[in-house]
C-alpha cells in the first residue's frame, strides 16, 4: 500500500546518503498531472454542486424552506425515509446472512450466490424496475391474482420498496464477503469450543469483528436507497403525495420550470451525499486500521 | 479424562486424511501427535475436539461415547496455531468468555470471574497485560494468553494445534518447557499436534508417529527414538546415512567392507539395507581391518559445539554424514580436512524387516 519505498543504500566515503526517491518524474510533469486532475475534478463535482445550492437559494431563503415544507415535497421526504427504512435494514440482514455463508461456508453453488449478489450492479436500474412491473402489473405474471385479492404493488409503496431492495442489495454483502474471509473461523470455532451457543457466537464474536465494514456497507446502502431513481420511477407512477420519492420530486418539479424548488430539494440529495461521504471516510480509515492489526496478527 | 480412539476414517473429497487411527489417551498423559504437514495430525486433534466429524469410527470419553456429541459439550480446550484471540477484546475478557458465555444458572458471579481470571493470569505469568488487546501482544504472550482462556472453562482435555509452529526458535524453546511444567503441575490430559520431532521429544510422555493417515508408532520417546518400528519413523526422527548392503552368517556386508554385527541383524536375511545415524557413525584415520567403509572428506562444517563431515563413499555408493562432538573431532580424528581420505565404521546399525522396506524409504 506504501506508494514510496524507501530502498537502503550503500555508504560512500563514510557519509549516508538519503533514501532514493521513486518519484523521478520532473516537477512540471507532477504539477500538470495534479492540475488537471482538479481542473477535472472542478469541472465535474464542485461547479454542478455550487450550482445546485446556489439555484437553491435563488429566489432567497424563504422560498427554499417553503419549496421543502410544501405538503407534496414533505410527502415526497416521508416517503424516501419511510422507504430506506424498509430497505435498509432488510438488506442488513439479507447481507449478513449472505456474506457469512459464502465466507464461513463451503457449499456447492457458492459462485452461482456469488453471481447472483452482483446482478444489481451490473442490471440497469430501469430493467430492474420493469421485472417489478412485469411480475406485479395489472398484465404481469401475477397480476390478475394480486388484483383478485386487492393487493397494488406496483404504482404503490410496495413496489417502490421492492425495486429500491433489489437495486442496493449487493452494498451490504459486497462488503462484508472480503473483510469476513480474510478473518477466517477460527476465533467462531475458539467460541464454539469454550461453550458458547451458535448464537452467542456470531452476536459476541462475528459482528464486533466486522462492525465497522457493516456500517460502511450500510452507509452506501442508504444513500442509495434515498437516491434511487431509474428502478424506482419505472414502478412509482408518479403520484404527488403518494408514490413520489425524492429524486423523483425533483424530476417533477423541474419538468415544471419551477426550477428554483427542484434544486432546493436536490440540495437535501445533495447534502445526503455530503453526510455520506464524510461517513465513508472515517470508516475507510477506520477500516484500514483494522486490517493493518490484522496483518500483524496473520503476518503468513 | 481418558480417550479412546478406535478406527477413526476421514476423507475430504478424494483425499483421504485418515486411514482408520486407534489410539488410546490415559489420564493425564501428555501426548504429542508427530508427522509431517498432511498427515493427518491436525485432523485427528480437530475430531477430538468436536470442530470435524469423523466418517466412521468412534471416541470415548472415560468410556462415554463421545462420538456425536457437540463440540461445546465435550469439555475440551483447544489452542490454536494462530491463537485465534477475539481481536476486539480485552486479554481479561478473552479469559473471561468461557465463563460469560455459560447459561445464567451456571455462570459465576463477576467477582468470581474477576478472581479466576486474574488467577490464570498469573499462572501464565501475565498478571499486567490485561488490559491490553491482542495486536498489542507479542507472539508467545499470545500463546500464553489462549492457553489460558482455554483453561478458564476447566477442561478435562487440552487439545494444542501445533501451539508454538508460529514462533521464533528461542521462545518456542522456553515455550515448550513451561508446558512441560504448567501440565506437571495441572495434570490435565493433553493432546499436541507437532511437526518438530525435537518439541515431541522434550515435551511428551508418548509419541503418536502418523504419516499419510496412519499411525506408525506409538511409545515413549525413547521407545520411537532408540527403536522405531518402520523405516519412516526412523527417518522422521533424526537425520540417517542408508547403506545398501547383504547380512551372511552375522556378519554384514557392505561393499568390500565387513562388519561384525552388532544389533539387532536378522541373520538369514540377504539384501537389505541398513540404517545408521550420524552420530553413530565412527570415523577412523586409520584403516581398522576390513571392519570399516572408506571414503574422501568432502566438507567439514562447524555447529556451535559440533561437527559434521560430509563423506563420499570411495566405492562410489553416495554420500554419507557423520556426526561427532568438537573435541573427539580434534583429538581421535586429528581434524581431518577437506579431501582427506578415511574410514567409516558404523557403529549402531538397525535392519527394517523385509515388508517394509520401500516404504518411505529414499535412497
Redesign the interface.
Known sequence: MAASVAVPRPRFNGKTHPPARVDTEPLWVRWLLTGLALAFLTGFLLIPLATVFSLAFSKGIAAYFDALTEPMAFAAIKLTLLVAAIAVPLNLIFGIAAAWAIAKFEFSGKSVLITLIDLPFSVSPVVSGLIYVLLFGLQGWLGPWLAAHDIQIIFAVPGIVLATIFVTFPFVARELIPLMQAQGTEEEEAALVLGASGLQTVWRVTLPNIKWGLLYGVILCNARAMGEFGAVSVVSGHIRGLTNTLPLHVEILYNEYNSAAAFAVASLLAFLALLTLAAKSFLEWRLKEQFTTQQQENPS | MSIAISNIVKTFGGFTALKGVSLEVEAGELVALLGPSGCGKTTLLRII???DAADSGTILFDGEDATRRH???RQ???V?Q????????TVFENIA??LR??PRAQRPAEKEIQRKVHDLLSLVQLDWLAQRY??QLSGGQRQRIALA??L??EPKVLLLDEPFG?LDAKVRKDLRRWLRRLHDELHVTSVFVTHDQEEALEVADRIVVLNQGQIEQIGTPDEVYDHPATPFVYQFLGDVNLFHGRVHEDQAHIGEAELKARGQLNAGASATIFYVRPHELEVLRRPDGSQAVRAWVRDVRRVGSVIRLQLERLDGHGTLEAEMPRERYEDEVHAVQKGEQVFVRPKNMRVFSEHHHGSGVKD
Request: proline share 3%.
Open positions: 475436539a468436536g470442530l463440540v461445546g459439550e475440551v480446550g483447544f490454536f494462530h491463537y485465534a484471540l477475539f481481536r476486539h477484546m468468555f468461557g458465555v455459560r491482542p495486536a482462556r482455554a478458564a472453562v508460529a
